[in-house]
């Protein structure tokens, strides 16, 4: 498989970036800001845990994993509103929601 050129951690932030949100690292990972709602991001690259609590959480994964990462979160029931964004290997991305 080739590499993505930006890494994800990049393309997350350059995604919320385009969709006017303002980004910032937090302790846990990134935190997007627009308006009233604040989401955390979380980019997942190897064993990354999934968050145990929060009102609304995107996480970020390659294209080829985001559907799985959809289903595991969708079977583990967890308290917040979530979604996926698929990165994939041009830049582009897909957005998994349950």
Same mark, same amino acid.
């Given at each position: 498989m080739a590499a993505v050129s930006t890494s994800l951690d990049e393309r997350a932030r350059s995604i919320f970036d385009d969709i006017g949100y #303002? @980004?910032?690292r937090t %302790?846990?990972?990134?935190?997007?800001?627009?308006?009233?709602? %604040? @989401?955390g991001v979380t980019v997942l690259e190897g064993d #990354?845990?999934?968050? %145990?609590?929060? %009102?609304?959480?995107?996480?970020v994964a390659r294209a080829a994993e985001a559907p799985d990462v959809g289903d595991r979160l969708s079977r583990m029931d967890v308290g917040y509103d979530w979604a996926v964004i698929g990165v994939r290997e041009d830049g582009s991305y897909d957005v998994v929601r349950p």
């Open positions: #303002t @980004v910032s %302790e846990d990972g990134l935190r997007a800001a627009h308006k009233w709602r %604040e @989401v #990354t845990a999934f968050p %145990e609590s929060g %009102e609304m959480h995107c996480f």
